[in-house]
Nanobody, 125 residues
Framework: QVQLVESGGGLVQTGDSLRLSCAVS????????MAWFRQAPGKEREFVAI????????YYADSVKGRFTISRDNAKNTVYLEMNSLKSEDMAVYYC??????????????????WGQGTQVTVSS
């Protein structure tokens, strides 16, 4: 079965940077559009960023545009989320997700076929 394992979360200060990784196994990684979502306590899971299977197309939530960068390495079956200028409102559990389709409806949680277990990002001021 397809497994997604996130890593790289931790405790940082406001303005710091952090890079999350998501390793995928058990499937054909290059077929998947890959996305990052996040969920803060008491809030719904929200879209952060998505990258097409080819890596040629990316989309971001307005709240992270210009600060976060999603990338992928199809040779390593891994997707990354580089997060810069972190703010307190970025604090959440971050999840990676995979979809065997394209990037349409990318903000919908229901679109995605596979999810990781999440990694905590804590931002202190």
């Amino acid at each position: 079965q397809v497994q997604l394992v996130e890593s790289g979360g931790g405790l940082v200060q406001t303005g710091d940077s952090l890079r999350l990784s998501c390793a995928v196994s058990g499937g054909t990684f290059s077929n998947y559009a890959m996305a990052w979502f996040r969920q803060a306590p008491g809030k719904e899971r929200e879209f952060v960023a998505i990258i097409a299977w080819s890596g040629r197309s990316t989309y971001y939530a307005d709240s992270v545009k210009g600060r976060f960068t999603i990338s992928r390495d199809n040779a390593k079956n891994t997707v990354y989320l580089e997060m810069n200028s972190l703010k307190s409102e970025d604090m959440a559990v971050y999840y990676c997700a995979a979809d065997e389709g394209g990037t349409d409806n990318y903000q919908r949680v229901s679109k995605y076929d596979y999810w990781g277990q999440g990694t905590q990002v804590t931002v202190s001021s």
